[in-house]
């Protein structure tokens, strides 16, 4: 069970949408104002609970299984159809948008299509680059864990969203041998200076202090989480040290992007086993996708590549977003699987210089956000 901060003298669990929603926490169901700011619209039955204007989530864990996940949606980007996960995800956001947590807001990022085939969207966000924490020095793919810095046991409460929790269905407990089974547990934080809406951090157990180094189990995670969504516009992202990540403290990015990207069903074909390349896309990368739910089979084969990417000391970023299978129809309406790509690079080394362009996962995928106002107007076509 994932190990929450304060002590707790009730234990309340709830049914939203299928999930299991817990909240342990001190005192009693009228002193828990920030469970009910997030999700008052389902618990008409607790009319009691008041809002005081905080934002403290950190004891609200979401336990979850294989049964509430969805593996096929629609591939418009314009029909917005909510899990109870998205739904609880994106009221905590903007709660903690409301109270200021934020460095700054997006409500009002500027957004063109540019011309070509590739149908890259770029975003303007010059905040982002003014007012967002420095990032720290890398100087190795596999730098070790170090406390003294910018980690994420040194978030205030407030800017935590929810726990995620995996457990075994029934069926599951039943049938999986005692060896094969695993606990898994993440945190969902805000990103207090977002890209674009909904931008928060996945990190799978947070108190463990893992370094930004990918693993098997935190990928499964990651996976999960998109399969917990129920709409296409939500994105994971991944960019390893060297790779442009900020913080060496596992994590992955996420956030809700209503634009269609061009890798989402750009055409594939196979280069060996179950790995693909791209027949034309303007970043070359490794492609793989979800077979027949099997997520433990996708894990092991993107661990493979990724393994021998950091024993190389090459860096690497990694992008998941649905899309259309192999053999899918690409002029459906349908996204039928996870679609994972990985990227090799060049190592970055050093403190990430934020006032160049400086492509790391996001860019590759084909959302581009732009920080400059010179760019801005490049890009965009935005004046001041």
């Not at 039943?174 to 996945?202: F, M, R, W």
């Not at 649905?322 to 129809?329: A, C, F, L």
Request: charged content about 20%; some cysteine.
């Amino acid at each position: 069970m994932i190990q929450l901060k304060s002590d707790f003298n009730y234990h309340m669990q709830i049914r939203i949408n299928k999930f299991s929603y817990h909240y342990l926490g001190k005192g009693n169901l009228g002193q828990t104002p920030a469970f009910s700011s997030v999700v008052r619209s389902h618990l008409s039955q607790y009319k009691t609970m008041e809002c005081n204007g905080t934002n403290d989530l950190s004891d609200l864990v979401l336990l979850y299984t294989k049964d509430d996940f969805t593996y096929n949606t629609s591939n418009s980007h314009k029909q917005e159809v909510s899990s109870g996960f998205d739904t609880l995800l994106k009221r905590g956001w903007e709660a903690a948008m409301e109270a200021g947590i934020f460095n700054y807001k997006v409500d009002n990022v500027e957004t063109k299509i540019i011309p070509g085939k590739y149908h890259i969207v770029a975003q303007m966000n010059a905040n982002r680059f003014k007012l967002r924490r420095k990032p720290d020095e890398i100087v190795s793919v596999v730098q070790p864990f170090d406390p003294k810095k910018f980690n994420f046991t040194k978030i205030k409460n407030e800017e935590i969203l929810m726990n995620l929790h995996y457990g075994l269905s029934n069926e599951e407990e039943e049938k999986v041998p005692q060896d094969l089974k695993y606990d898994l547990e993440a945190t969902l934080l805000i990103n207090n200076a977002p890209i674009c809406y909904g931008h928060s951090l996945l990190v799978p157990f947070l108190d463990e202090c893992r370094p930004q180094v990918l693993d098997y189990e935190s990928l499964i995670i990651g996976i999960h989480s998109v399969l917990l969504s129920n709409t296409p516009n939500y994105r994971l992202a991944f960019n390893s040290l060297c790779g442009y990540a900020s913080v060496n403290h596992l994590h992955f990015h996420l956030y809700y992007l209503p634009h269609r990207l061009y890798l989402e069903d750009a055409e594939c074909e196979l280069l060996a086993g179950p790995c693909y390349v791209f027949k034309d896309y303007h970043s070359p990368g490794f492609v793989f996708f979800l077979k027949d739910g099997a997520i433990e089979e996708l894990a092991r084969n993107l661990m493979k590549i990724t393994k021998m990417f950091i024993e190389k000391g090459v860096a690497h970023n990694m992008f998941v977003t649905r899309g259309v299978s192999p053999n899918g129809n690409i002029k459906g309406d349908t996204f039928d699987t996870i679609r994972v790509v990985v990227w090799a690079r060049k190592p970055a080394y050093g403190i990430k210089d934020v006032s160049v362009f400086a492509p790391a996962v996001c860019e590759l995928a084909g959302h581009v956000p732009v920080y400059c106002e010179y760019d801005c107007k490049v890009y965009l076509g935005i004046d001041d």
